[in-house]
């Protein structure tokens, strides 16, 4: 090859060919131009790696081996080499003779002359498609680590305490530190009080044995506010198996793990809401046909964990044989049309013992297929054996509530009707015993109806309660104790509001008791009573204030006891006894108050204020809705 003119010194002494075969043996370009640029030697490496021939390098210019995006900036950093005596380094894409760009570094430094002008330059061109490579898959994972919706850290187990050296964006964001108040630090300041020395024990031994581990633990954030952290670590070693690092992937799994505490709350309360209930819970699958018990199903069925439950062999089993269609009809309707159930059957555990079971189900479909049932099973044996007493009692007071009624009362009427036929044959001293066994009679009367409605009160169902009109109610109760009562002056005192009250068919023999305990009880020759309504605060007031000689403060609740009686009376105690009884069912209130009182609190009242002695029955009923 024919060396210019000015480069000729370089290519002359006893070193030439050492240097040459010594350029020739190393991987990397190495070239020589003149100022334009020409090249005017090489090594082997730039044919191998070009594809030009030897006669073709000759004649190109160092820049027509580049691509063209990069020709217009290695041409600048040529000129700074032959102008400015710089020596550059930069990077370029190799152009070869097939078209292909191989990304290459390229290097080169001033050539003088004899004279000390610059009259050329050397350079070398390595190939760094690997080191590209590597630098993009750094990037990559710097990127995937920075984006990665976790903390991840790394530490150096090689500087003392193990600090942390590098952490990214999702850590610094969950824990609140800035990246430069963390490195350099032992990742142990996020524990705190509440952290448990276990998991911290777990770490710290992997640690030391060079060996992944995962837990969960309480961290604190940088503002004091605890968050658990679901840590996983693990050791990074190099090609000689020597751990170099330790990568660390941190999550926050408070929402987790509230979750899993509410959880396993709801599951104890679950669980002592069955015990105390005696209620089980199961599910069948129909696909599999497995089904599962909670532990109170199987105390209820008297077996132990062991039993197989299976539906219809566990209802041939433990169900009685009169409730098998009733259990059979109900599952089936279940699995086939989506029916849920409710039903009170009887069982027979295994032990031997009778119970009533309430069992309930609610069956899930998908596309019209039946997924699994879930439903409940109680030992509801109690209350039906209550239910049973209330029964016979229910039916003994109608038995007596009709022998009471019927025949009791024919035999007094038949009493009444007799002395009644000797009053015109006696004389004035048997007229008095007359009266006396007329007055009896009357009073046993009056001691059937109140047995009556005493019946009725306990017989007395609150889903029967309605709404009925006040005004009509108290208007006939009334009529009646105006046509009852004997010197008695019973007033309605201004207008009945037009309310309708909670009640149901008991709700006249409020009025009909009190109206009665207000004449029976008065010591006055002439009994006056008056009655007034009112309507406020979604409330019916009915007052009955009598002119009688009162109740004493120390009477005005224990007056309404079963059984007792006013002051001087021969009643029998029941009747006021019902009267708050109703009124309570009712949902209402029912108090007395001093006549004096009502007088001049400002109530309505159509009684002298200068004869005010007597007492006031205040009952508050609610409005139906």
Same mark, same amino acid.
């Given at each position: 090859m024919t060396i210019g003119e000015d480069l000729s010194c370089f290519a002359e002494g006893e070193g030439t060919a050492l240097t040459a075969g010594l350029l020739d043996a190393v991987q990397d370009i190495f070239y020589v131009c003149d100022r334009d640029g020409t090249v005017v030697d090489y090594n082997e490496r730039v044919p191998e790696v070009s594809g030009y021939a030897a006669e073709e390098i000759e004649s190109m210019k160092m820049w027509e081996f580049v691509r063209e995006a990069d020709r217009a900036r290695i041409t600048e950093r040529v000129t700074d080499i032959? @102008?400015?005596? @710089?020596?550059?380094?930069?990077?370029?894409?190799?152009?070869?003779?097939?078209? %292909?760009?191989?990304?290459?570094?390229?290097s080169g430094s001033p050539l003088r002359g004899r004279g000390g002008d610059i009259v050329g330059f050397a350079g070398t061109a390595r190939d760094i498609a690997e080191r590209k490579q590597r630098r993009r898959e750094l990037e990559r994972k710097t990127q995937a680590i920075d984006a990665a919706p976790v903390g991840i850290t790394i530490t150096d187990p090689t500087q003392k305490d193990n600090p942390l050296i590098d952490v990214n964006s999702s850590y610094t964001q969950m824990t609140g530190y800035d990246e430069s108040a963390v490195v350099g630090r032992n990742c142990r300041? !996020? $524990?705190? @009080?509440?952290?448990?020395?276990?998991? #911290?024990?777990?770490?710290?031994?992997a640690i030391s044995e060079a060996e992944p581990v995962t837990v969960e633990l309480r961290n604190y954030r940088k503002d004091g506010e605890q968050f658990w952290n679901r840590v996983s670590i693990a050791p990074v070693t190099d090609e000689d198996g020597t751990v170099t690092n330790f990568v660390g992937f941190q999550q926050d799994v408070t929402v987790r793990k509230e979750r899993e505490t509410e959880l396993e709350r709801q599951n104890d309360l679950f669980e002592k809401a069955q015990d105390i209930a005696d209620v089980g819970a199961w599910e069948y699958d129909p696909h599999s046909g497995e089904t599962y018990f909670t532990d109170q199903v199987y105390d209820i069925y008297g077996v132990g964990p062991d039993h197989d439950p299976e539906p219809e062999s566990d209802i041939q089993r433990f169900y009685h044989p009169a409730d098998h269609d009733t259990v059979r009809d109900a599952v089936s309707g279940a699995l086939e049309y989506g029916e849920p159930y409710d039903i009170e059957v009887r069982i027979t555990a295994a032990d031997g013992t009778e119970k009533w079971v309430r069992t309930r189900a609610d069956p899930q479909f998908e596309d019209g297929t039946c997924q699994r049932v879930r439903g409940t099973i109680q030992d509801v044996t109690d209350r039906k054996e209550r239910e049973q007493e209330l029964t016979r009692?229910?039916?003994?007071?109608?038995?007596?509530?009709?022998? =009471?009624r019927? +025949? !009791?009362?024919?035999?007094? $009427?038949? =009493?009444?009707?007799?002395?009644?036929?000797?009053? +015109?044959h006696v004389d004035e001293g048997g007229r008095e015993s007359v009266e006396k066994i007329l007055h009896n009679v009357e009073t046993a009367v009056g001691l059937t109806r109140s047995a009556r409605d005493l019946a009725e009160v306990m017989l007395h169902d609150s889903d029967a309660e309605g709404a009925f009109w006040l005004r009509p109610v108290l208007d006939a109760q009334i009529e009646e104790a105006r046509a009852t009562s004997r010197n008695a002056s019973i007033t309605l005192a201004g207008p #009945?509001?037009?309310?309708?009250?909670?009640? %149901? %068919?008991?709700?006249?023999? #409020?009025?009909?008791?009190l109206l009665k305990n207000a004449v029976q009880h008065n010591d006055k020759e002439v009994a006056e009573v008056v009655v007034s309504a009112t309507e406020r605060d979604e409330m019916a007031r009915i007052q009955i204030a009598d002119n009688g000689p009162g109740v004493s403060d120390d009477r005005k609740t224990e007056i309404f006891g079963k059984g007792e009686m006013g002051l001087a009376s021969d009643g029998t105690g029941i009747g006021l006894y019902l009267v708050e009884t109703l009124v309570d069912s009712y949902g209402g209130t029912i108090?007395?108050?001093?006549?004096?009182?009502?007088?001049? &609190?400002?109530?309505? &009242?159509?009684? %002298?204020?200068?004869?005010? @002695?007597?007492?006031?029955? =205040?009952?508050? !009923?609610? !409005?139906?809705?």
């Open positions: 032959v @102008e400015d005596g @710089e020596r550059i380094r930069t990077e370029g894409h190799l152009l070869t003779a097939d078209g %292909d760009s191989i990304p290459y570094e390229f300041f !996020l $524990q705190g @009080e509440d952290t448990d020395a276990e998991p #911290v024990r777990k770490i710290r031994a009692q229910r039916d003994t007071l109608e038995l007596l509530d009709r022998m =009471v019927h +025949d !009791l009362r024919n035999n007094l $009427q038949v =009493v009444s009707g007799h002395a009644e036929a000797l009053a +015109d #009945v509001p037009d309310v309708r009250v909670t009640g %149901d %068919d008991l709700l006249p023999s #409020v009025f009909r008791n108090r007395i108050e001093d006549r004096a009182d009502w007088t001049t &609190s400002g109530s309505q &009242s159509q009684v %002298d204020e200068n004869d005010a @002695e007597g007492a006031v029955f =205040v009952v508050d !009923l609610p !409005l139906a809705a």
